[in-house]
């Protein structure tokens, strides 16, 4: 005859220690997202779309949506400094890549009450991505940024790439998605990744296909039902308006959950939006 009382001292010392590992052991969960915040150019200050404009709106979008960490492309150092400023609860980890003078920076920022920044590195997008180049037919330098964190509610650690492709010559950006998942499988190896950034490419072409080989794509694996625009960015220093292809993605290791996947569409000023790309963002689990 089964011994009733040891069967239930048996179930009762499994739930506890399953209730002990769930807290040893609680999942990471937290907001990313991606977001190309617009350099500031000359000619935004003619149309109306100036950085001084546009930051106080940017900087609230981010605290109304409460990221968590985001990857952001372009903005210069005094547009970091800025934000900075406008999110003193964000640390910044930042490298300068492209445009006049290597002013434009692949900055992924987060929040320094949950995460604890371990590692950080860059390489280019090019033939050579250990050394600052030029890659194929660019005609400037881009870069993909990332840093290893340590989730400072569950002790997990993971990977974060943030990266901004080259947007007019087309080998540039075909090499660039092979070189990602080659360099990402070889910093990460079978840590958990998370990759942002403004690709320039729209999610049919061979340069994705060669990123969703080793990473999902969260707008395919999303648990919930997407939301906002299906198109990401504008036509340069265009703040109005519809926006076109979808180029400004979050990836995420296999066993990464998505929750949610977002774009918003936050505007100012009653028709403008605070950048030329809209951001993208998703809640995840591991």
Not at 1 to 9: A, L, P
Not at 147 to 162: C, P, Q, V
Request: charged fraction near 25%; hydrophobic fraction near 40%; glycine fraction near 8%.
């Amino acid at each position: 005859m089964i011994n009733i009382r040891f069967v239930f001292t048996v179930v009762a010392c499994a739930i506890g220690i399953g209730i002990t590992q769930a807290k040893i052991n609680p999942k990471a969960s937290f907001r990313v997202a991606a977001y190309n915040i617009r350099y500031a150019a000359e000619a935004d200050e003619k149309t109306g779309n100036g950085w001084d404009l546009r930051k106080g709106p940017l900087a609230r979008l981010v605290t109304q949506h409460d990221f968590d960490i985001v990857g952001t492309q372009e903005g210069n150092s005094r547009q970091l400094e800025d934000l900075k400023k406008l999110l003193p609860a964000f640390d910044i980890v930042s490298h300068p890549y492209g445009g006049k003078g290597d002013l434009h920076n692949a900055a992924i920022f987060y929040k320094k009450e949950l995460f604890e920044l371990i590692d950080s590195g860059v390489f280019w997008l090019s033939e050579t991505p250990e050394v600052p180049s030029i890659g194929w037919d660019a005609t400037d330098r881009r870069v993909c940024n990332w840093a290893k964190f340590k989730d400072k509610r569950s002790g997990k650690e993971f990977y974060f790439f943030n990266a901004h492709f080259y947007w007019r010559k087309h080998i540039a950006k075909q090499e660039s998605g092979p070189l990602m998942a080659r360099k990402i499988k070889e910093i990460a190896g079978d840590t958990p990744v998370i990759v942002t950034g403004d690709f320039n490419s729209r999610p049919e072409t061979p340069q994705i296909a060669a990123i969703k080989k080793i990473v999902n794509d969260a707008y395919d694996v999303t648990m919930t039902a997407k939301q906002g625009a299906e198109g990401t960015g504008f036509p340069g220093g265009v703040f109005q308006g519809d926006p076109g292809g979808r180029i400004d993605y979050i990836f995420v290791s296999p066993k990464i959950r998505v929750l949610d996947y977002k774009v918003l569409s936050d505007r100012y000023n009653d028709d403008r939006y605070p950048s030329d790309h809209l951001p993208v963002t998703s809640l995840i689990e591991f």
